[in-house]
């Protein structure tokens, strides 16, 4: 969905480095989203926020940080990257006027390789 | 929390034929049921959903049904198509607003022509 993008697109990295992810969306949403999808595993929640103001862990948050810079800017940040976070890494909005029923748009996502 | 099972991991079908994908859920509280398709290279699209309010729900070859009771929806596919072929993801998520969709981990379809 272009009204959801990410960059880069790919990044190969060495283990150690720090790495950001960076999304950003002109669909107006106040909901973002950061996924991380490994094969057999399907999508896992990284981190949430619901406004600029409201950071939420997900399921599998050890080892990443986000930052909401502003309602459509979500960046997740690996401060010291590690093999097995080679992963398809997926950004996701939602609109939150939706109520509970928050159908989720989600960008190309990023493939990162952590050598 | 929320845990959402799926099966199966992988099926093929020929063309025309239906597939059904079933899933689980463990919150009797959870009340939104999505299904997404994940082609080749793209990011996961909603596809149909369903709420608890309500035990089926059909859009053209498409459906998904919900049992409460046995806490479990399944996707039904009928007259499938090669470009079908894709991972379906079903989720859950619970009725307060921050809430968030707890996804199962995916069956990969193959249609055969």
């Known amino acids: 969905d272009a009204d959801v993008t990410q960059t880069p697109r790919n990044r190969i990295t060495k283990t150690g480095k720090r790495i950001m992810l960076e999304c950003s969306q002109t669909k107006g949403h106040d909901r973002m989203y950061w996924y991380r999808q490994d094969p057999g595993l399907g999508l896992r929640l990284i981190y949430y926020s619901f406004d600029v103001k409201d950071i939420n862990k997900g399921e599998i948050s050890d080892g990443y940080s986000v930052s909401r810079q502003a309602q459509a800017k979500f960046s997740l940040s690996l401060e010291s990257a590690i093999p097995n976070q080679t992963a398809l890494y997926f950004c996701a909005t939602s609109d939150a006027l939706a109520g509970g029923y928050n159908e989720q748009f989600f960008g190309p996502g990023t493939r990162l390789t952590v050598l | 929390g929320e845990n959402v099972e799926q099966h199966p991991s992988t099926l093929s079908v020929q063309e025309g034929d239906s597939a059904v994908i079933k899933c689980t859920y463990s919150d009797s509280a959870s009340n939104y049921f999505p299904w997404y398709k994940q082609e080749l290279g793209k990011g996961p699209q909603l596809i149909i959903d369903?709420?608890?309010?309500?035990g089926e729900k059909k859009d053209q070859r498409i459906a998904v049904t919900l049992n409460k009771t046995a806490k479990h929806f399944s996707l039904h596919i009928t007259e499938t198509q090669p470009e079908d072929s894709a991972v379906y993801f079903c989720a859950a998520s619970g009725p307060q607003a921050g809430t968030a969709l707890i996804f199962g981990k995916g069956t990969t379809l193959s249609v055969s022509s």
């Open positions: 369903i709420r608890s309010n309500v």
